[in-house]
């Protein structure tokens, strides 16, 4: 499968418990980004990577919320301390940039579905 | 900052009739892009068809077409002979068609549960 992959599928963790996703793109894909996504409502933007540098990250929810990209391939986003107001879907997407105004479409990976009890 | 409204959460549709859902959104940018994905019942997301903002001929994908007008800033989608698989959320999204390093992300609407009955 050369899909966006990510890991876990689901995560139940305690409130105030660190918990760490794993975002796998495209091979030949150079930006990922990170959405949260609450039932109900579409995705909301959080951060995003082209090859390994985080070029925006103010969107994350709070200073709690951190990613990283260490070698332009794979993702983590970890979220300290959990809160009950965490409990989401966390989404991955990755995309090819084509040259200077154009880029593919956004693949999006199955998600992590967080539960902060 | 622009903003996407789908002031429709759910619909329903009879299997082989047609269907519209509906889209708004607001930007002062005259270049971008809007997209219609679909999210199955526990499974990813995938894209259904894309609008670039600068082309005045509606998209079409075999069953699924849109109708964008760019003055109303309207982009809806129309579903054609509907099918039971069609069942899912869909997602109307705005992304800016912006210089490279600029971030492209997409925002979405809070999105729309079609249901198609047998």
């Known amino acids: 499968d050369t899909g966006v992959s990510q890991d876990p599928r689901h995560k139940i963790t305690k409130r105030g418990q660190n918990v760490t996703f794993r975002c796998d793109p495209i091979s030949e894909h150079n930006r990922l980004y990170w959405y949260r996504q609450t039932l109900g409502q579409g995705p909301e933007f959080l951060t995003y990577?082209?090859?390994?540098?985080?070029?925006?990250k103010s969107r994350l929810l709070s200073d709690r919320f951190s990613a990283e990209r260490p070698k332009g391939s794979f993702s983590t986003l970890e979220i300290q301390r959990t809160e009950q107001g965490d409990s989401a879907m966390y989404l991955c997407?990755?995309?090819?940039?084509?040259?200077?105004?154009?880029?593919?479409?956004?693949?999006f990976g199955q998600g992590t579905r967080l539960t902060v009890v | 900052a622009q903003t996407v409204t789908q002031s429709q959460p759910e619909m329903s549709v009879q299997e082989a009739e047609t269907v519209t859902l509906s889209c708004t959104y607001d930007t002062s940018e005259s270049n971008y892009y809007l997209f219609w994905y679909k999210q199955p019942p526990s499974r990813q997301m995938i894209l259904v068809i894309r609008q670039e903002a600068y082309k005045q001929q509606n998209a079409t994908e075999n069953r699924f077409s849109v109708n964008f007008q760019k003055a109303a800033k309207s982009f809806s989608l129309k579903i054609s002979d509907s099918q039971l698989g069609d069942t899912a959320m869909y997602f109307c999204a705005f992304r800016f068609r912006a210089l490279s390093g600029s971030a492209r992300q997409l925002t979405f609407g809070s999105g729309t549960q079609l249901t198609v009955l047998p």
């Open positions: 997407a990755s995309s090819q940039t084509k040259g200077l105004l154009q880029n593919t479409e956004a693949f």
């Open positions: 990577f082209q090859n390994e540098a985080q070029l925006e």
